[in-house]
């Protein structure tokens, strides 16, 4: 079945940059997803790629896609205390349910 | 990005007593609606899946008596816990899809708090 894993927990400092991974095991998948969840919050959206994509850079935002080895990553540049928060990726086959992952939990000391 | 509005932000109710969640879409027309639950720490977990018009489609073990969902219109969708427990207590959220758009779209998500 669908099944998606990232690290549990990042630590890093104001300003350096943020990698946060994730492997998923559908080689249907049509997008790939990261969100952002702040405490008590829901979903904001950051970005997504479509699965023939090897990047998407939107601002301080860049998505690596290695689909031959089902891994994703988000790499957040200059990280910010406001870029605290839990983070999901996500997969999707073409018009299907998003399946998550547990979520990455980012710190960001100052 | 689109918009999707949940209300309420939380609620608390008695043991036994039913809730509604209500979930809309601003700027809009949701076709597909989601229901997920989400534990303290935890990844979000699917309850259901919803298309305007039609019933709804239930992931195995939620109990579909329990947890009605209503999608009658493109811009608004309804959970409904019935007889609400302890256990129920959790946080719930609701996502907002356009048929075969990418992006799905999450409402603020609702705390419920059965007492």
């Not at chain 1, 998948?29 to 979903?43: D, F, M, N, V």
């Not at chain 2, 811009?75 to 207590?89: C, F, G, I």
Request: net charge neutral; glycine share 6%; charged share 20%.
């Amino acid at each position: 079945g669908e099944d998606v894993e990232q690290s549990l927990f990042l630590s890093v400092r104001e300003g350096d940059s943020s990698v946060i991974n994730c492997t998923y095991t559908d080689s249907s998948s049509t997008y790939l997803y990261w969100y952002k969840q702040e405490p008590g919050a829901g979903l904001q959206l950051l970005t997504y790629i479509f699965s023939n994509m090897d990047m998407k850079q939107d601002q301080r935002l860049t998505v690596l896609l290695n689909k031959k080895d089902k891994h994703l990553s988000l790499r957040i540049a200059d990280t910010q205390t406001g870029d605290s928060a839990i983070y999901f990726c996500a997969e999707a086959e073409y018009g299907n349910k998003l399946v998550f992952g547990a979520g990455t939990i980012l710190r960001v000391k100052s | 990005g689109a918009v999707v509005s949940q209300h309420p932000s939380w609620v608390i109710c008695k043991s036994g007593t039913s809730v509604k969640i209500e979930c809309r879409s601003l700027d809009f027309q949701a076709t597909t609606m989601f229901w997920y639950r989400q534990f303290p720490k935890q990844s979000l977990m699917l309850m259901a899946t919803s298309n305007e018009g039609s019933k709804a489609t239930y992931e195995q073990g939620v109990e579909k008596d329990k947890f009605l969902i209503n999608h009658a219109s493109l811009t608004l969708s309804t959970l409904t816990v019935t007889s609400a427990h302890p256990e129920d207590s959790s946080f719930y959220i609701c996502s907002a899809r356009v048929l075969w758009a990418p992006e799905a779209f999450f409402g603020q998500g609702t705390r419920l708090t059965v007492v």
